[in-house]
Every structure is written in C-alpha cells, then in structure tokens.
C-alpha cells in the first residue's frame, strides 16, 4: 500500500524557516516524481514544487522560487522542501503527492501537515 | 504559466441529477488533465487522468472528457458521497497548475 506521511509543520514567525519532509513507503520512491502542493485556509489547491524522479530538476511556483526548496533522499525515500524567509501568506496545509515518471497526474496524497506563519 | 479557470465555482444539485464542470486552459494541454475530488479536511483524491482515464476504484458515473484547452467532468447520477469540492489540474507543464475548484452542494 502506498503512503505519504507528512511531518514539520509547526507555528512559525514571518522570516523564520522550517523544513517539512514527507516519508514514502509501498513503492518505489527512487522512481517517481514527487510533488508539493498546498492549501490556504478555507481556499483552492496551489502547486508549490516539483522534484524529478532522480532529483537532478526541480520546478517552482513563482510565489516561492528564491525561497523554498525542494530536494530527496532516494536511499531513505523522503522527500523534503526546505522553506525561508517565510511569509503570513505561506500558512496552508502543505500536502506532498506522487506523480508518475514523467508528466503525470497525483495518483497518492500524503494528510497534509499545518504550516502558520504569524507573528 | 497556463490558467486553469473552472465553471461554475458553486453548483447546486440534487441526489441523481447529471451535473457538469467545465474547466479552460489558457493554452492547449493536449489531453494532459487530471480532475481530484476533495472533501473537507482530507487530501484530493484523483478521480481522472489524461482528460478522461477513470483512475482505479473510481466509480463509472465519473466521465472526464476534452482537450486542447476545454475540458469537462461529468457526473452521470449524483451519489450523496459526491457533494465535495472538484479540482482541474494541468500537467503538460512542469509548472503546474489548478483551477479555482467546484464547490458542489446539495440543493
């Protein structure tokens, strides 16, 4: 069974950093894309990041390019996104998803975990 | 980036009816669509992909359809397990992206 597991969301102040990872198991991680993608409260779906299945390429949502990056650990089958200089406007659920090899839809979702960014 | 725009944003139906989403790309996709269904506080679920491939386990009064730059989700017969929130995403670019979503409502 494919799962996802979330974790590092937390309650943050604007301009501090936080690392969310996202734990994969029931399939083989080192051959998939990965993805970010998150959710304001009360709002629609937003893409945030993509990872190849070999990390060597990653793409980025304007709205966090310079400040988020994405990156894998295919021995360990984690996936991380290494967010700084975080904004109020980046509170949302983050959620991470597998994609196929190249150019898929989501077919897995993790839970999501909770990223507030107040002062 | 390519738009993604869903109508309508809200829709009204009732427990059997046929209800249709349409979603618009500002630029051709080919067929590289997927539809997700979200319900409250739980993660999208994917229902279709490459604009009309029924995902596995997904119920067949699921229909996706189009392509281009026009696309629709069709739900022949409205379950009560349907009102939720319906998603388009592109994928035919690595900067991907979703439409606004479908809030359906029981009427």
């Known amino acids: 069974e494919v799962q996802l597991l979330e974790s590092g969301g937390d309650f943050v102040q604007p301009g501090g950093s936080l690392r969310l990872s996202c734990a994969a198991s029931?399939?083989?991680?080192?051959?998939?894309?990965m993805t970010w993608v998150r959710q304001p409260p009360e709002r629609g779906l937003e893409w945030v990041s993509t990872?190849?299945?070999?990390?060597?390429?990653?793409s980025y949502a304007d709205s966090v390019k310079g400040r988020f990056t994405i990156s894998r650990d295919n021995s360990k089958s984690i996936l991380y996104v290494q967010m700084n200089s975080l904004r109020v406007e980046d509170t949302a659920v983050y959620y991470c998803?597998?994609?196929?090899?190249?150019?898929?839809?989501?077919?897995?979702w993790g839970q999501g975990t909770l990223v507030t960014v107040s002062s | 980036d390519i738009q993604m725009t869903q109508s309508p944003s809200t829709l009204s139906a009732s427990v059997g009816d046929r209800v249709t989403i349409t979603c618009r790309a500002s630029?051709?996709?080919?067929?590289?669509l997927a539809w997700y269904q979200q319900k409250p506080g739980k993660a999208p679920k994917l229902l279709i992909y490459k604009a009309f491939n029924l995902q596995i386990g997904v119920p067949s009064r699921f229909s996706g359809s189009g392509s281009g730059t026009e696309f629709t989700l069709t739900i022949s017969s409205l379950q009560p397990d349907d009102f939720a929130t319906y998603y388009c995403?592109?994928?035919?670019?690595?900067?991907?992206?979703f439409g606004q979503g479908t809030k359906l409502e029981i009427k």
């Open positions: 995403q592109q994928y035919i670019s690595y900067f991907r992206t």
């Open positions: 029931g399939f083989t991680f080192s051959t998939y894309v």
């Open positions: 630029q051709s996709l080919s067929d590289l």
């Open positions: 990872i190849s299945s070999s990390g060597d390429s990653a």
């Open positions: 998803a597998r994609e196929g090899a190249s150019r898929a839809a989501a077919d897995s």
